[in-house]
């Protein structure tokens, strides 16, 4: 190869690399395991081509959480795969102002189980579970008259039936995350979270499922794809994602992973430049990637 292939070779590279979407998953501590799902995550995010990821991990439960102070100003969007003890306040406070400031940020499955008492990330999240929420955590989004309404009726925040397959519905189809994708997709064997509760501010429900009563849900639909505004910072949350065991079949949906690059990427910059996969579940039919 002559030099100036070669050279032509790497600055095409260097470009490209410059280029990408430098991201960076945050996990640690989980009650999912987040060291098979974490790097799974970062493989679908990085076969687009649009992103770099990183991982930044914390201490283990009980361990100095004053030493996890992960750099988020050289990331354009923060994916969280943590569930666990509270960050220190500086962190935290890092945190705020990188979203407040315009970064993205990504919620994926249990991440909104986290951090009850933490104010500024329950109003990224919108709607949280477990972890001791109620009706003081805020109100539910509820499906009435076509419109999301809020439901201030007392209760727990955070529930889930029997795990099964169920059928997500788009809201918001002219949403750049959203945009071709089918009006209907079934969704391979899952938790359907249910009872999700918080400030509820700002949030656009992008899709949901019917949690059925039959399978033990509350009987309503249920926000599973959610955008919310912060600040300057743009927030997609994912309530899908299990891990069973290692064989993370939830994550290998194709619709949970298309969503989840879509999400990222219009988290990351506003847009979203990736076409419907041929491979995208139908209302009748699951689709699972190896």
Excluded at 3 to 28: C, K
């Amino acid at each position: 190869m002559k030099l100036s292939s070669i050279l032509a070779v790497l600055v095409i590279g260097t470009s490209l690399n410059a280029a990408a979407i430098r991201a960076l998953i945050v996990d640690g501590q989980n009650n999912h395991d987040y060291k098979s799902t974490t790097p799974h995550l970062k493989k679908v995010l990085e076969e687009t081509g649009l992103f770099i990821v990183e991982v930044a991990t914390s201490p283990g439960k009980g361990g100095d959480m004053s030493t996890f102070k992960p750099k988020f100003d050289d990331y354009r969007v923060i994916i969280s795969n943590y569930n666990g003890e509270p960050w220190s306040k500086e962190t935290q406070d890092a945190f705020v102002a990188f979203v407040r400031g315009g970064g993205g940020f990504v919620s994926v499955h249990a991440a909104d189980n986290s951090f009850p008492k933490w104010k500024e990330y329950n109003e990224m999240i919108g709607v949280g579970g477990w972890e001791g929420r109620n009706e003081k955590s805020g109100p539910y989004l509820r499906w009435r008259d076509g419109k999301w309404v809020h439901d201030t009726s007392p209760g727990v925040g955070g529930h889930h039936g029997q795990q099964h397959a169920f059928i997500v519905a788009t809201h918001v189809p002219n949403h750049p995350i959203m945009a071709g994708l089918p009006k209907k997709w079934m969704h391979v064997k899952d938790e359907l979270y249910d009872r999700l509760r918080g400030p509820a501010q700002n949030v656009i429900v992008l899709a949901s499922a019917m949690s059925a009563k039959e399978t033990g849900g509350s009987g309503e639909h249920e926000p599973m794809l959610m955008a919310i505004d912060y600040g300057n910072g743009r927030v997609f949350h994912t309530a899908l994602g299990h891990n069973n065991g290692k064989d993370l079949a939830a994550q290998k949906c194709a619709g949970f992973i298309t969503t989840l690059q879509r999400g990222t990427e219009w988290a990351a910059t506003g847009k979203v430049t990736q076409k419907v996969p041929v491979d995208f579940p139908t209302a009748d039919k699951v689709s699972s990637r190896p």
